[in-house]
């Protein structure tokens, strides 16, 4: 039972640069999200689906692209990578209980811009 | 907008030594309430959800309460492996959106033999 697995889990890119990073659960979830994690920030939400073919921009999206073709996957995509967006990134998903949620997170991808 | 503070940013307790951890929130109509526990290097843990004023829930050392304004996370005779950073999320009663987490920045615990 794997839950949400994100690859990959280290990255280190130059100013320029992209990069897609992979989201994927196997609790046939709706919902998935993207945070960032930074020192004395606390997690902050990037994007967000609410279900196959469908994003919306959370609290710090700018710099960001997502897309969500299959159920299972979730991609954050980084154009033209600036160091600012070196961050901890987290994938999350939950599904709807009667409008309350669980939020399960997987392991992080360590991303660092130079 | 959504607000969630936790103090302290960084607890040490020997072990044996209880202690609480306070998370204070400003929200628009509370949903939820979520604690969360991190390891270096991890993902966020899934502890507990409280939903009204008043609740309480319990898993091993950990108790977990709630208020109108705030929610603790009592710990009791705690343990090393009990060392991690703790988070606290509110979820507002709004509707469509999905389920939006608003994050404190956690404490960071530690307990020591």
């Known amino acids: 039972n794997a839950g949400v697995t994100q690859t990959p889990k280290f990255r280190v890119l130059k100013t320029g640069q992209s990069m897609t990073l992979l989201c994927a659960q196997d609790?046939?979830?709706?919902?998935m999200y993207w945070y960032r994690q930074d020192p004395g920030m606390g997690l902050r939400l990037i994007h967000y689906s609410v279900g196959e073919g469908t994003t919306a921009k959370g609290e710090v999206p700018d710099g960001y692209n997502v897309s969500r073709l299959k159920k299972q996957n979730f991609l954050l995509g980084l154009e033209s990578a600036a160091p600012s967006q070196t961050s901890v990134y987290f994938c999350?998903?939950?599904?709807?209980?009667?409008?309350?949620?669980?939020?399960?997170f997987g392991a992080g991808t360590r991303l660092s811009v130079l | 907008e959504d607000q969630v503070t936790q103090s302290p940013e960084a607890l040490r307790l020997q072990e044996g030594e209880s202690s609480s951890l306070n998370c204070s929130y400003t929200?628009?109509?509370?949903?939820?309430l979520f604690w969360y526990r991190q390891d270096p290097g991890k993902g966020p843990e899934f502890l507990f959800t409280l939903y009204s004023a008043g609740e309480e829930k319990e898993k091993e050392r950990l108790k977990a309460t709630l208020t109108k304004k705030e929610s603790f996370l009592h710990i009791t005779a705690p343990k090393p492996e009990d060392s991690a950073t703790y988070l606290c999320a509110v979820q507002a009663g709004v509707t469509g959106g999905g389920n939006k987490l608003t994050f404190g920045t956690g404490t960071q615990l530690k307990v020591e033999l």
């Open positions: 609790m046939n979830h709706e919902y």
């Open positions: 929200v628009s109509g509370l949903r939820g």
């Open positions: 999350a998903s939950s599904y709807d209980l009667q409008g309350w949620h669980i939020q399960y």
